[in-house]
Every structure is written in C-alpha cells, then in structure tokens.
C-alpha cells in the first residue's frame, strides 16, 4: 500500500481522476485514452501504489461491467477482461489476490462469448493469468478451471495453425497440459478420465504420459499441504476465512516471515469458527524453512 508520502498520494489521487475524466470524454482519440491509461497505471506501479490502483481498476471494471450489460460486444468483453487482469495484478501486489475473486466471477460472461465469437488469443491470455492468481491462493477447482479453458483456447488457435502470439509467446500444448495436469493433481478428484481421453488425444498417449510424470514429480516436491483443503467444508468458506485471517493479521502482509503469523491465524480460525482441525505446512513439513 502507497502510504509513505501523503502529498504524493493525493497528487496520484488526483491523476487518476483526471484520467477518468478523459476516458469518459469524446474529446480525446481511443488511442490517446490508451496512452494516458498505460502511463497512469505503470507510474502506479512502478511506485508501488497497489490500493490507489485496485480502486482505480475496480472502479473502471465496473463502468466496462455495466457498458456490456446493457449492451454486450466483443470489443467491450475484451475491455472487461483485460481490467479485470489489471484489478488481478494489483490485488497480488498487496498479497490478497483471493480479493480479485468476485469480480473474476463477473466477467464469466464476457469470457464465455469472446469463447463463442472464437477470439481465442484474447482467451488464453486471460485464462491463463488468472489460473495463475487462482493457484496462487490455492483455489485449486478455480485454478483447475481457467487453465483447462486456457487449453482449449491454445488447442482452437493451433488448428488454425496460429504458434505464435502477438507478443511472441509460443504456443505449446505440451505446457498447457501441464498446467491442467498439475491444477487437477491439487484437488479432490484428480485427473478425471475425461480430461486424461482429451489429453491423451491430443498428446498421444507417450506425450501424455511423459507430462503426467513431470507434472506429479513437480507436485511430489512441493510442501505437503492437509489434505482437509480439498473437502467440500473447507472449499465453502475460503472467502471469509481470507477475510477473518486478513482482520487478525490487521491487514499487513508480505513481511518476512509473514506465512508462520499467517498459518497461526489460520489455524486458530479454523479451529475457533468453523471446527476444523487443520496443519500448517510447517507442522507437516518439519525439515522445510518457511519464510
């Protein structure tokens, strides 16, 4: 959070408002709006003024939210998408990407007919980056979900003979299926045999076989976490549960250390509110440093 400099603040305050102003005007060309958007969020960015920005981009995704409603394009769900992956960036910035949930859950209609309209570059970059925020919070079925969408928008763009994107990036099924392998390895079900058919079709069965066995030996290697995060229980109250550890740590994260004062809380709310009994990654991997 930006609070070293209240003068600065204010000054950044008064920039974005100054900006919203001219997105909203019909003065300025798309392209100069463009320009002065870019500017704004990277000055925020680079000075590291994460609160300012998720206001920002809230604010923006809300306008864009309502613009498709009333009148659903696929240039505005494009719009949608790409603010809600700026709101996804600045949440990870302040350590609380789980915030970034509701309003990825929003945007699900604009992503189902960018899928529709076969916009499928636009797709995998936005599923992608948010089965990357979903992991990284460990929402394991929500992570699961985004990147076996992201799979399906790479293996439409490579039937049509599409490897690489705009912004250079490869297109490899290979690692996509990975992703989608080491997503499901995190829940309760695994694997299912009809995401094991998809891939095997697509891999054929050597390839496929070849990026299991990475993708369960990447998985082997991580901390072993309690396997009371994959129950029905646990998964219904992970929201507030982020929100009840959030008020206990009052709401400073990403110090050193932070995960040990983090997982204390955790368990003691779990215990306490909900009934749980829960280890901590540091209870069940006591030869592992944890900072």
Not at 43 to 63: H, V
Not at 202 to 231: F, N
Not at 265 to 289: C, H, Q, T
Request: negative net charge.
């Amino acid at each position: 959070m930006y609070s070293k400099d209240d003068i600065r603040h204010q000054e950044l305050v008064k920039q974005g408002e100054q900006l919203e102003h001219l997105l909203q005007s019909t003065d300025h060309s798309e392209q100069d709006k463009q320009a002065a958007l870019m500017d704004y969020l990277n000055l925020l960015n680079s000075e590291r003024a994460s609160d300012l920005g998720i206001t920002f981009t809230a604010r923006m995704l809300e306008r864009i939210t309502a613009a498709f409603e009333a009148h659903p394009t696929a240039d505005l769900a494009v719009d949608q998408l790409y603010t809600c992956l700026l709101l996804q960036q600045f949440h990870s910035m302040q350590f609380d990407s789980w915030r970034a949930h509701p309003a990825i859950e929003k945007c699900q209609n604009a992503l189902t007919m960018l899928e529709a309209e076969g916009r499928w570059s636009d797709c995998l970059r936005y599923c992608q980056d948010t089965a990357n925020t979903y992991a990284e919070i460990h929402f394991w079925p929500e992570a699961l979900a985004y990147s076996s969408r992201a799979y399906t928008s790479m293996r439409e763009l490579l039937k049509q003979d599409v490897k690489v994107l705009e912004n250079g990036e490869l297109l490899d099924l290979s690692d996509s299926a990975f992703s989608v392998i080491t997503c499901a390895l995190h829940t309760a079900d695994g694997v299912t045999p009809e995401t094991e058919a998809i891939l095997q079709k697509d891999l054929g069965s050597e390839g496929y076989a070849a990026v299991y066995a990475e993708a369960k030996d990447a998985t082997d290697s991580e901390p072993v976490t309690d396997p009371v995060e994959q129950t029905a229980e646990y998964l219904a109250i992970r929201m507030e549960l982020e929100e009840k550890i959030d008020e206990a740590l009052e709401h400073e994260r990403g110090y050193y250390d932070y995960c040990k004062e983090y997982w204390m809380a955790k368990r003691m709310i779990l215990r306490s509110d909900y009934g749980i009994r829960w280890k901590s990654p540091i209870v069940l991997n006591p030869n592992e440093e944890f900072h």
